[in-house]
């Protein structure tokens, strides 16, 4: 057997990057997955898989799939986006740079939408930076320096599983040798969850009140009046919470979904953005977004590079347009304002309401996914491809926007290609149809 170190796990936004895996003298088989949590190895694993889908498919009349070639999954891929007003070009987040950066190309030369996952995830992220900016640092900073971490509204022990052992609670850095002695965790969260348990303080705020909470911790860190409970939070423990933040020499505040997508969406985000500027009056104070999918971050970038803007992306009238809302997958679909489905590297058959699903089921439509997800399933076309970071390299982007290169550790099943050159044969018969050089 051999051994391969230093490989990223393409997962989560955590992107650990200390994974060995023990391969196969062939160099074809994975035998142990060591370092990576329970669902970074599965991943790993997967790569495995006796019931893995190697060939592109159509689906029949009946709902049997055929088998067809990569050439003719390209041609159909081309032929749908280019006989649409609108397509629909989402997902992203579970792919590289590079097939990322020649999958916008596809877009811009059909005159399609480009979004990625943060439309449900951490969008109101991205329009709060738009609207106030980030005093952020790296997840390298807050393992040597952060004396007090805030998680709010984010359950890492389950989302990112190695966050807390790595960087943000137990990890020994150079200022904080004593590991989570070193440290004052809080974590803000209705829920008595699994982070909260393992934390100094667990703040329950009550639901969909995390703006009010926060606008109160802007006062409390100026000592000033405050009413006896806000957002169900008593006075004197805001205020108890103000001044352990301020004694520190290093605040991080890490936040999800819990405050993205609660009562307030952006506004959330815009004011713990305020309360990060505001504690860097006293302290140093930084703020970062708990990522999920592994490359998401990725995604903002490279459409940025491109484009301008970090998703919700319209090139239909021939340049960029940004407005989320309009131009976000999931409204667009419950709209019905798209005419074809092109999805890569994600899942919204799991995650958007069920009327966007059948959208995606009524619309000429292809799926890229290396598995078998509920997607894949209500799509016209299946083209399975090789796993990033597995079975081939690619660039990534943590979750605090420090690029990494990913590693192929195994190859892949034979002639299976990988995301960038099926989407170099889509761009190769975009052209061709479009008579482009
Ligand atoms: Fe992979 Fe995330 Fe687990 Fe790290 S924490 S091993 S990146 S799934």
Known sequence: TKLVTDIICPFCGTLCDDIEVEVSDDGKKILKVMNACAIGA??????????????????????????????????YTAKILCDAKK???????????????????????VGGIVDNTATVCHGPSLIAVHDVGIPSCTLGEVKNRADRVIFWGCNPAHAHPR????????????????GSKSRKVIVVDPRPTDTASVADYHV???????????DAMRVALQ??????????????????????LKSGRFVTIFFGMGVTHSLGKNHNIDIAIALTSDLNKYTKAAIIPMRG????????QVLGWQFGFPFCVDLSRGFARYNPGESSANDLLMRGEVDASFV?????????????????????????DPHMTPTVAVSKCHVPVALVGIEIGGSCYRMDNVPI??????DPPAGMLTDAEFLELVLAEVKRIKGVA
């Open 405 to 410: 290169e990913s590693r192929k550790v195994v």
């Open 204 to 214: 329950q705020v009550e639901q969909g009140r995390d703006y009010e909470l926060l």
């Open 87 to 109: 397509p629909l070009m989402y997902g992203w987040s579970s792919t590289s740079c590079e097939a990322q950066a020649t999958g916008h190309m596809v877009a811009e030369l």
């Open 42 to 75: 599965e991943k790993f694993l997967h790569a495995q898989s006796p019931d893995r889908i190697v060939r592109p498919r159509m689906k029949q009349e009946d709902g049997s799939w055929k088998e067809i070639t990569y050439d003719e999954a390209a041609k």
């Open 163 to 178: 966050h807390m052992s790595r960087y943000s609670i137990f990890s020994r850095g150079f200022f904080t040798t004593r």
């Open 223 to 244: 000592e000033g009046p405050l009413p006896e409970t806000v957002a169900g939070v008593p006075k004197e423990k805001i205020y108890e919470l103000a001044r352990l």
């Open 293 to 300: 999918h592994y490359n998401v971050t990725g995604s903002g």
């Open 344 to 368: 890569i590297g994600s899942d919204p058959g799991s995650h958007f309401p069920f009327k966007s699903v059948k959208k995606i089921h009524d619309l000429p439509s292809v799926c890229i």
